[in-house]
């Protein structure tokens, strides 16, 4: 009787197992980190990158904030009020805001879309969100 309990209990952990969510096993793990680069090339799939210069560090290799989550204090990371250029390669809707938590006037960023932000934005951001 204990025998047939033990495969019992083996056969529904296996059907468990299997029937477990396949996307929980390919999702990336979550991340945010400072690097140093320049250009759309330095921001991989699947992450927003904020650049500390105009022209995503177009003047030479600088910092970047990369996150494939939303982060809602750059300060954590030494960022906070640094950004001035983002690209958005997250496969989502992207709000930089120039508040901690998503406060505040909040600049729009489209995944696949690489630009400045504008001037009154400039040196200001604080958290951003993904959609």
Do not use: H
Request: proline share 7%; glycine share 8%; hydrophobic share 40%.
């Amino acid at each position: 009787m204990k025998a047939r309990l033990a495969l019992l209990a083996v056969t529904v952990m296996l059907a468990g197992a299997a029937a477990a969510p396949a996307y929980a096993a390919n999702a990336a793990p979550r991340s945010v980190n400072v690097t140093t680069g320049q250009g759309p090339s330095a921001c991989d799939w699947g992450q927003i990158c904020l650049y500390r210069d105009y022209g995503l560090n177009r003047s030479g290799p600088a910092p970047i904030l990369k996150a494939n989550e939303d982060v809602p204090w750059f300060g954590d990371y030494n960022f906070n009020d640094t950004t001035s250029s983002v690209c958005n390669f997250s496969g989502r809707f992207a709000a930089v805001f120039r508040d901690s938590n998503y406060e505040g006037p909040s600049v729009p960023v489209a995944s696949g879309q690489c630009t400045d932000v504008p001037t009154w934005f400039n040196d200001s951001a604080s958290s951003v969100k993904l959609y």
